[in-house]
């Protein structure tokens, strides 16, 4: 699934531009489905700005693509609907209508209809969330077909796929599915025919750091085919990841190490850096890979003791990572600020613990998190880990972690490539928060039995870039020039 997220550090291939606006995602879309052979794309509603008339633009401009590769049944475009409990419901309603618009017009141009029939909530929470959204889409469809005189009969094929944003919402997803299906076949009167269950991978990191994000998916995915075997619903996990460590570490570098310590999902996202900061034959080789290899691969079940562990090391080192994040919030924002955009986005709620009341800071969203940290040479994937790990040792946890967390080693191995300790030693003179940060690198370091820093002579270029980031940042300079280089070495925007 081809995604708008904004994190390519490079321009795209295919037009020369780093940002990519409303009317380029037109062509982004045909592109992704003609030429890397991606078979979905999500035109994201949440928080940005979107072309309404996707479809109609889509089959008026590539009439003989899409002749020939049904939308809908051959490639499939996913709308990631706004969540009503975080933003107004009048971009939910223009959605909806460019849903039904989109089937009249597939109809009458003797297209497959309906083009679009799954749409994505983000931040689902409970079940009652995902049967508003579908008995609602129903009342639009009843009072469309009132006001506008449809001929055509029956309802307008419709599914719902929950996006799973948090730690707890991911280890308590079974409840939620389990009351949908419960739910629909109430309401509905049967249950749903498939679920595809969404695992966020940034989001939960952002929140509870790297480790909890990782084994939280574990659990969702033991859950969600613990509820599909006691309903009858098969699922098709999907799973939103980015380039480097801290979001995921899906890249096409990566590909078949992340393809497996994600086994058992059946979609994963291919975000912008992914396919636009590798060389093209590379991503297009990987999307193949998985096209090929994640449908073969199984989840590796959880026992009751290892879901123990795995509550009780997200508590450990989630409260290490919350309280480290919460003390260097300024600092984050500050950089964050200087971020440069790559899509047109709206002014967003965002997903943050601390601006919910677990604390008094609000933080940018992963990506620009992400890029912050990164770009003074602070990797996130550290803040709470090494001392969690230390914890991890004592208490008999790691096992556990060692077993389901399969790129452990080397995913802290390739986030220490790009750590700066001369930056983070300066850092913790002021702000007590990087000495803890400093305790985190020392303890991984304990662990892994290795010193992280540089390797190659581009990490060497980035730790010279990175330097030049935090003394400019002191002199109040301006330093994008350096963040766009650093960037473009380590293949991410965040």
């Given at each position: 699934?081809?995604t708008?997220h904004?994190d390519?550090?490079?321009?795209?291939?295919?037009?020369?531009?780093?940002?990519?606006?409303?009317?380029?995602?037109?062509e982004?879309?045909?592109?992704?489905?003609?030429?890397?052979?991606?078979?979905?794309?999500?035109?994201d509603?949440?928080?940005k700005f979107?072309?309404?008339?996707v479809?109609?633009?889509?089959?008026?401009?590539?009439?003989?693509?899409?002749?020939r590769?049904?939308l809908?049944?051959?490639?499939?475009?996913?709308?990631?609907?706004?969540?009503?409990?975080?933003?107004?419901?009048?971009?939910?309603?223009?959605?909806?209508?460019?849903i039904?618009?989109?089937d009249?017009?597939?109809?009458e141009?003797?297209?497959?209809?309906?083009?679009?029939?799954?749409?994505?909530?983000?931040?689902?929470k409970?079940?009652?969330?995902?049967?508003?959204v579908?008995?609602?889409?129903?009342?639009?469809?009843?009072?469309k077909r009132?006001?506008?005189?449809?001929?055509r009969?029956?309802e307008?094929?419709?599914?719902?796929?929950p996006l799973f944003?948090?730690?707890?919402?991911?280890?308590?997803?079974?409840?939620?599915?389990?009351?949908y299906?419960?739910?629909?076949?109430?309401?509905?009167?049967?249950?749903?025919?498939y679920l595809r269950?969404f695992?966020a991978?940034?989001?939960?990191a952002l929140?509870?750091g790297?480790?909890?994000?990782?084994?939280?998916?574990?659990?969702?995915?033991?859950?969600f085919?613990?509820?599909?075997?006691?309903?009858?619903?098969?699922m098709?996990?999907?799973?939103?990841?980015?380039?480097?460590?801290f979001?995921?570490g899906?890249?096409?570098?990566?590909i078949k190490e992340?393809?497996?310590?994600?086994?058992?999902?059946?979609?994963?996202?291919?975000q912008?850096?992914?396919?636009?900061?590798?060389p093209?034959?590379?991503?297009?080789?990987?999307i193949?890979?998985?096209?090929?290899?994640?449908?073969?691969?199984?989840?590796t079940?959880l026992?009751?003791?290892e879901?123990?562990?795995?509550?009780?090391?997200?508590?450990?080192?989630?409260n290490?990572?919350?309280?480290?994040?919460?003390?260097?919030?300024n600092l984050?924002?500050?950089?964050?600020?200087?971020?440069?955009?790559?899509?047109?986005?709206?002014l967003?709620?965002?997903?943050?613990?601390?601006?919910?009341?677990?604390?008094?800071?609000?933080?940018?969203r992963?990506i620009?998190?992400?890029?912050?940290?990164y770009?003074i040479?602070?990797?996130p994937?550290f803040?709470?880990s090494?001392?969690?790990?230390?914890?991890?040792?004592?208490?008999?946890?790691l096992?556990?972690?060692?077993?389901h967390?399969?790129?452990?080693r080397?995913?802290?191995?390739?986030?220490g490539?790009?750590?700066?300790?001369?930056n983070?030693?300066e850092?913790a003179?002021h702000n007590?928060?990087?000495?803890?940060i400093e305790?985190?690198?020392?303890?991984?370091e304990?662990?892994?039995?290795v010193?992280?820093?540089?390797?190659?002579?581009k990490?060497y270029?980035?730790?010279?870039?990175?330097?030049?980031?935090?003394?400019?940042?002191?002199e109040?300079?301006?330093f994008?020039?350096?963040l766009?280089?650093?960037?473009?070495i380590?293949?991410?925007?965040g």
């Open positions: 699934m081809a708008q904004p390519n550090a490079s321009a795209a291939y295919w037009n020369g531009k780093k940002f990519i606006n409303t009317l380029d995602e037109i982004e879309c045909y592109r992704m489905f003609d030429e890397l052979k991606c078979t979905e794309y999500m035109w509603w949440e928080g979107v072309d309404e008339a479809v109609e633009k889509l089959f008026q401009k590539y009439h003989p693509f899409f002749k590769h049904k809908g049944k051959d490639v499939f475009l996913t709308f990631r609907i706004p969540n009503t409990d975080e933003e107004s419901g009048f971009r939910l309603a223009r959605a909806f209508m460019g039904l618009t989109a009249d017009l597939a109809h141009i003797g297209f497959h209809a309906p083009p679009i029939f799954e749409v994505i909530l983000p931040m689902t409970t079940a009652h969330q995902l049967i508003r579908k008995k609602t889409f129903h009342e639009v469809e009843h009072f009132q006001a506008f005189k449809t001929k009969k029956g307008h094929e419709f599914h719902v796929i944003e948090g730690v707890d919402d991911l280890c308590g997803a079974d409840k939620v599915l389990s009351e299906i419960e739910g629909c076949k109430t309401e509905f009167g049967k249950k749903p025919p269950p695992i991978r940034s989001d939960p929140n509870a790297l480790i909890p994000a990782v084994l939280s998916n574990k659990v969702a995915l033991q859950k085919y613990e509820v599909g075997k006691k309903y009858g619903v098969p098709y996990p999907i799973i939103g990841p980015g380039c480097l460590p979001r995921g899906v890249n096409p570098e990566t992340t393809i497996a310590e994600y086994s058992g999902v059946r979609t994963i996202t291919i912008s850096g992914f396919r636009y900061d590798y093209l034959p590379d991503v297009k080789k990987a193949q890979y998985i096209e090929k290899t994640l449908p073969t691969l199984a989840f079940p026992n009751k003791k879901i123990s562990d795995i509550h009780k090391i997200n508590d450990i080192f989630g290490y990572y919350k309280k480290s994040v919460e003390r260097a919030a984050i924002n500050q950089v964050a600020g200087k971020i440069p955009g790559r899509r047109e986005r709206m967003h709620i965002g997903l943050f613990g601390y601006s919910r009341g677990v604390g008094k800071v609000s933080l940018p992963a620009g998190f992400t890029s912050a940290l770009s040479g602070v990797p994937e803040i709470g090494g001392r969690g790990i230390r914890d991890a040792m004592r208490n008999g946890t096992k556990t972690i060692e077993k967390y399969l790129n452990l080397k995913d802290f191995i390739h986030a490539k790009y750590l700066n300790k001369e983070l030693s850092l003179k007590s928060v990087f000495k803890d305790t985190d690198v020392q303890e991984m304990n662990y892994l039995g010193e992280l820093g540089p390797i190659k002579t990490h270029i980035y730790r010279n870039l990175v330097s030049s980031i935090y003394l400019r940042l002191k109040k300079e301006d994008s020039d350096e766009e280089k650093a960037a473009g380590r293949k991410s925007l």
